[in-house]
């Protein structure tokens, strides 16, 4: 992989995430609700990077189709993996693997490269772990597990971003101390939820309150 030491200074700080299928539709509103798309835009808000983008690269597709947003923030989805060829990357997030990974880090230039895990998948398999930087993890306690294994490489939680015009707090009354809508499979990282449940004051955890969160969460789960 054309992996560098030095930053191109005379370029603005580009990022990329690379995700391996994308909205069915891929019109502009398609994104506005997509976690690695808000994440990609929280990287330029804060300042680490003037550019960034969101690479759909799907095999399945036909044709290339890109959307701006604001000058700094492109979409791209893509059947080939040449569409970025000989450019260079301050940052590199990969979602997961899929097998077009590779030849696509091959044709760019990249100065550091993050592996982001799912579905409790916390190790590349596809990719060398030599050339990852970061793997970033949904809980605390994964750090260790990856640190014990690769000892070379940062383990970090990513705290993913929502859409705040859908998610915000609100000043009434709680029905619930905590929900968490997801089905109840391992993946599904229930393990904070129980943490989150053990933090609440003792008297809190025994209420009819947290009762109905645990009735609830099954019901959600059931959908």
């Keep these: 992989m054309p ?3 030095h930053s191109n ?5 580009r990022m990329i995430i690379i995700r391996g299928s994308g909205p069915s539709d891929m019109l502009v509103e398609s994104f506005y609700h997509e ?3 808000l994440l990609a835009k929280e990287f330029v808000k804060q300042g680490f990077f003037q550019e960034a983008v969101l690479l ?3 095999s399945q597709t036909k044709k290339r189709i890109k959307h701006k947003f604001d000058g700094s923030l492109q979409v791209v989805e893509s059947p080939d993996n040449n569409i970025f060829r000989g450019q260079y990357f301050d940052f590199v997030i990969v979602r997961g693997e899929f097998q077009e990974y590779p030849i696509f880090l091959n044709n760019i230039f990249f100065r550091q490269l993050a592996f982001c895990s799912i579905n409790q998948k916390l190790f590349p398999n596809i ?13 605390k306690s ?9 000892n070379w490489i940062k383990a970090r939680v990513l705290d993913k971003p929502v859409d705040e015009s ?3 707090p609100k000043r009434e009354k709680k029905k619930y101390d905590i929900c968490c809508v997801a089905n109840f499979r391992p993946r599904k990282h229930h ?12 008297h809190r955890r025994l209420d009819r309150k947290s009762t109905r969160l645990n009735s609830s969460h099954t019901d959600i789960s059931r959908m």
Excluded: G
């Excluded at 994964?142 to 690769?150: A, D, F, L, N």
């Design 3 to 5: 992996k560098v030491t």
């Design 9 to 13: 200074s005379r370029q603005p700080r």
């Design 35 to 37: 976690t690695y798309f």
């Design 56 to 58: 759909y690269l799907n």
């Design 127 to 139: 990719l060398n772990p030599r050339d990852i930087d970061i793997i970033y993890v949904s809980e």
């Design 142 to 150: 994964e750090i260790k597990t990856v640190q014990k294994k690769y």
């Design 166 to 168: 859908i998610f915000y």
């Design 191 to 202: 393990a904070m939820l129980f943490e989150a449940i053990n933090r609440l004051p003792y």
